[in-house]
């Protein structure tokens, strides 16, 4: 059997306060779905905040949750560190 995920790679959250994340090691591969924890959900978003964040002068730095997200969804593109993940169960190939 085939399986296609898709998968974020995983930043190093040392630090990151402004929501739950889970402690999970850096560029590790997180399969997105709708069985992912509360603090996975916040590593994936903690990964795009700090993946797409591009200091400029005019930019103070994020001290809020909802100043970051508002600065996702007002972003021109969001680019995500991933891609998909083929896996084939019956060899046990990936």
Known sequence: ?????AVLETVDTTG????PVADLPPSRLLALSHRMSLPEIGAALAALAEYNSQASDDDSPVTDAGEQIRRLLEAEKVIAPGGLRIRRTDKDVT
């Open 16 to 19: 990151f306060s402004l929501w």
């Open 1 to 5: 059997m085939l399986i296609v995920d």
